[in-house]
């Protein structure tokens, strides 16, 4: 069964530092994606990654993707406060596997001022 | 363009009483997922429906059940409530890129579930 470990699960990070979490998945895929979810609130899109080597970047955020590792990376530069949310990686196992995505634990980001 | 919206917002039963939750998927997207996020259990996937059929299922019990409908709206139902089935659950929704193997998934608010 697939399984999809994210670390650290909890980060505490100073504004203007750079920080980089990690998500690590057991079987083969070349979909995945990363949601941020606010306390309480529902799951944000941030990045569609689907094939080996994909880098995308939103502001203050890039995600990337090495299927052979079977790693994904989302990389935070220069925090600021308002990135503070549960950062989730997903693996999208496809048709084959009845579209399911399979998420991290998740990883609770705290920026302090 | 609407996003994927859900109800109710909130909902408390008490055990072995039934809960249903709606969903209405984005414009045009024909599959929808529904996604249990319990405290302590993380993110887990309970169903996929697609043209109206059922097509995958996670590892839930038989009282956790739904449906679509022709317009691709999705109703779940749990029945027999237990405790533990306090959590927020998600409904998603997509359309299928087969071509390019994308099938990215857009959530909409949820549905708190308290079961007392």
């Known amino acids: 069964e697939l399984k999809v470990e994210q670390n650290p699960l909890f980060l505490s990070m100073q504004e203007g530092k750079n920080y980089t979490i990690y998500c690590n998945y057991s079987?083969?895929?070349?979909?995945l994606y990363w949601y941020r979810q606010d306390p309480g609130k529902s799951l944000e899109s941030l990045f569609v990654l689907l094939s080996n080597g994909a880098v995308k970047q939103e502001g203050r955020l890039m995600a990337s993707l090495d299927t052979k590792a079977r790693l994904s990376t989302l990389h935070i530069t220069a925090a600021v406060h308002d990135l503070s949310a549960t950062y989730f990686c997903a693996v999208d196992l496809g048709m084959e596997y009845g579209n399911k995505l399979v998420f991290g634990a998740g990883t609770i980001l705290r920026v302090k001022s | 363009e609407a996003g994927v919206t859900q109800s109710p917002t909130h909902l408390i039963k008490t055990r072995g009483q039934q809960a249903t939750l709606r969903c209405s998927p984005i414009s045009g997207h024909t599959s929808v997922y529904w996604y249990q996020q319990a405290l302590g259990l993380g993110l887990q996937f309970l169903l996929w429906y697609d043209e109206g059929e059922e097509r995958n299922r996670g590892n839930f019990p038989p009282r956790f059940s739904g449906r679509q409908f022709p317009n691709y709206s999705s109703e779940l139902n749990v029945n027999a409530l237990e405790l533990e089935d306090s959590a927020l659950y998600l409904c998603a929704s997509s359309i299928i890129d087969r071509a390019k193997g994308r099938n990215e998934q857009f959530f909409g608010p949820g549905t708190r579930l308290t079961v007392l």
């Open positions: 079987t083969t895929s070349d979909r």
